[in-house]
């Protein structure tokens, strides 16, 4: 369901009003939210209320969108795999109400295929329930078609529809977050000023440069000036298919404050703010290198346990998603380029399932390609039109390398001085001619601290451990000598 459709079915705009936003949205472009306030169809407030609602908790079978032989082969897999015997064990390994848990029994129960064995041993006044012999062979039926086993999955519409109310271009980073955010690195004013619009654009960003001088630091500070929580599903079904999306290497919990959504007393009814299908998470953060393949960006499906797991751009929905290295994949950049030309365009991916069915999914993140080569080198004109803003970091001039100077000697504990700087100046960068890199402060203040720590003394900056540290980060024709 879209936005203006969301917005039709709760009674907040007319039909009529939908088909004027649509076609002025034609004309002007921008998002649909936006149309309609300008139109004055809708306040600012009353649409970001809307856009900020969780998931609705599910209070029946029927709410969850999904078939009831679906939710009851779910339930018979995970009481047959699981031996969970109690409608809150169920509930807390199926994500479901207490409710819908219960009527999924009673449907078992109708078909002979659940039974009641008698109250809990921790409480009387919970059942236990267990499975008959013919419950045993359908969900050993069902095990055979999917042996998925774990939250019930979000149906594939409502899953867009909170794309859309949470995608990326809805929250607006402004310079002072942004400046918050990229405070640890020493950047250029105007790396602030650009990267911002580039940030609230939604747009693929090209950064380029030599190596070393923060290119995927840049990327990785900037998920954190985005505040804003979003809901990830544990998983999706899609044509009666089911794609795990909820990755907790990628996928980070937001701080939940005074939301409780448990109790421990499995008597009481816990207290939901949301649908517990989705979990509450910041903004995702994918980052990917060298090792990236085009089969990386497809639905991967295990033809043993018969359920999908979800390509990286499905995962970093709703965030960031880095491509670092850009050019050093083992795919060819052009290749890569021509899978992602439609969604960067059209925010719009398609994807396949094992089966043959297509089906689209909103392409909903900022995509950052990090390189050290020319972008012409990468990218033929027409790919590079896609990408809607380009960033060349250069690298930092001699006050900007200073304060990285610094700023690493205080972390490490180090002294700093200027005759140490001086020394660098005159000894290395202008006599080899070597350009600055944000990286070489760090570099050398670790492998003095290194060295330091092989030689069992105080961790100090001396010209000979300098030299050594220099040698082994730029291969010299001749070798920097200590003075």
Known sequence: MAIGELLLTKGII????????????????????????????????????????????????????????????????????????????????????????????????????????GPSEKSYNIMRYALTNAGRERASEALRRCEYIGPVPITLEV????????????????????????SHLVLAEDIIRRLGPAANSGRAILIYGSAGNGKTSIAEALVSAFEQPVYVPYAIEADGQIIKIYDPSVHVEFPHGNERNGSVN????????????????????VIS?????????????????????????????????????????????????????????????????????????????LVIFATNFPPEELMDPAQLRRVHYKMKINPPTADEFKEIFQRICDSYGLEFSEDVLAYLLNSFYIKHRIPFA?????????????????????????RQLLVDALENMVILPNSPVPE
């Open 14 to 117: 007319s039909a009529e009003q939908l088909d004027r936003v649509v076609r002025q949205q034609k004309i002007a472009g921008g998002r649909l939210g936006d149309n309609l306030v300008a139109l004055g169809y809708i306040s600012r407030a009353t649409l970001e209320a809307v856009l900020q609602e969780p998931p609705a908790v599910a209070k029946s079978a029927a709410e969850t969108g999904l078939e009831a032989n679906f939710l009851l082969n779910c339930l018979l897999r995970t009481m047959y795999v699981s031996q969970l015997q109690t409608i809150p064990e169920l509930s807390e390994q199926m994500k479901l109400t207490r409710a819908v848990v219960e009527e999924l029994l009673n449907f078992g129960k109708k078909d002979a295929l659940v039974e009641i064995r």
């Open 159 to 182: 899953y867009q529809t909170q794309v859309q109310k949470q995608t990326i271009t809805n929250e607006v980073v402004g310079i002072e977050k942004l400046k918050k955010a990229m």
């Open 266 to 285: 499995p008597i009481f009814l816990p207290h939901l703010e949301h649908d517990p299908r989705w979990v509450r998470c910041k903004r995702p953060y």
């Open 289 to 365: 290198g060298g090792e990236l393949t085009l089969e990386m960006l497809d639905l991967d499906f295990d033809p043993h346990s018969k359920y999908y797991e979800a390509p990286l751009q499905m995962k970093a929905i709703g965030g960031v998603f880095v491509i670092d290295d850009f050019g050093r994949q083992r795919v060819r950049p052009h290749e890569l380029l021509n899978r992602w030309i439609f969604p960067l365009e059209r925010k719009v991916d398609y994807l396949t399932l094992h089966t043959g069915k297509k089906f689209a999914l909103l392409f909903d993140q």
């Open 438 to 462: 944000g990286f070489h402060p760090k570099f050398i203040a670790e492998h003095i601290i290194a060295a330091s720590n092989y030689l069992g003394s105080t961790p100090r900056i001396s």
